[in-house]
Structure formats: C-alpha cells, structure tokens
C-alpha cells in the first residue's frame, strides 16, 4: 500500500492494513501533532485531513486511506514557512489551555474554511461541535474561527 501524507508517499507493508493511522502518524513518521484522547472516535483530538475532510486517525485503518486519497496533518498547515490563517488566528486569540484538543480543532477549521471562507457562529459551532475541548476553549475557539475567516481573505 502507499499512503500520501502530507504531500509525501509512503510505503506501507500490506500486513499493516488494519493497523490505525494515528499510530502511523506518530510512530512511524513521528508527526505527532496529530494526538491521541480517547482512542475511540468520540473526541477528535487525532482529526486530521482526507480529501479535505476531517477524518479521525485513530479508528481509521490504513486501507482505508491508501492508494489514493491524500492525508493532511497539522504538521502540514505552515510547511510554506509561515503560519496558516488558523494557526495565527489560534495564536492571536490564545484559544488554547492545555492545548491537547488544539491540533484536531484546527484541522476542522481549516475544513470548514474551505468550504465556507465566511462561516456564521452557528456554523462554525456546527462544524466543532464533535470536536470536545475538556478545557472548555469554546468561545475562543470561535472566535478563532472567525479571525482566520478574516486573515484568509487580506
Ligand atoms: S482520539 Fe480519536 S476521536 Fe478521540
Ligand atoms: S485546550 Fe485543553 S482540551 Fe482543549
């Protein structure tokens, strides 16, 4: 199997089909950004990208995402050298606490920014409502959201 994380192919042993992609992620390519909460697809602390839709890494087999489809982590967002619109946006806000939810959280945003460059409040609250932040981040996690709207479009 290959896998395209990140712009860049990889191999991978067919008898790792089901293993998950978060492990692969963090293990194997040591982009650990991507972060493990619960282990169950219920937090979205390892969202990352597939075909520009947030995905949850640890209950996703390999397989699933191989030959094709292109994966994107966090680690991706400011491989230009600069900071993405979220990411600066998270930062001017100082949207996180412990910052464990963070890399998921951003990831759906950028999803989100995506399809809609200008979303509403009840939007952006519709996109990270299966997101969890145990920190209680949310009214700055919208906030965010709505200051990247604003850095995407100068
Ligand atoms: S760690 Fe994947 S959804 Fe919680
Ligand atoms: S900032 Fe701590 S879980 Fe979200």
């Known amino acids: 199997m290959k896998l395209t994380i990140n712009r860049d192919l ?18 194997d390519l040591g982009l650990i ?14 969202t990352v990208l597939v075909d520009g839709q947030p995905k949850r890494s ?11 489809p292109s994966i994107r982590t966090v680690e991706d967002l400011a491989a ?5 619109p ?13 910052g464990w939810c963070m890399s ?3 990831m759906v945003a950028v999803a989100l920014l995506e399809i809609n460059p200008t979303p509403t ?5 519709d996109a990270l409502a299966h997101n969890y932040c145990r920190c209680g981040c949310y009214s700055r996690l919208r906030r965010a959201v709505r200051r990247a709207s604003v850095l995407a479009s100068q």
């Open 121 to 125: 409040d009840p939007e952006i609250e």
């Open 33 to 46: 950004g991507t972060r493990f909460g619960c282990g169950a697809g219920i937090c979205g602390a390892c």
């Open 86 to 98: 979220v990411q600066q946006a998270f930062i001017d806000e100082q949207t996180p606490q412990c």
């Open 58 to 68: 640890c209950i996703t087999p390999l397989s699933s995402v191989a030959d094709g």
């Open 10 to 27: 990889y191999s991978v042993d067919n008898k790792d089909a089901s293993r998950k992609l978060l492990w692969f992620l963090r293990d």
């Open 104 to 106: 998921g959280q951003m």
């Open 80 to 84: 230009n050298g600069s900071l993405h």
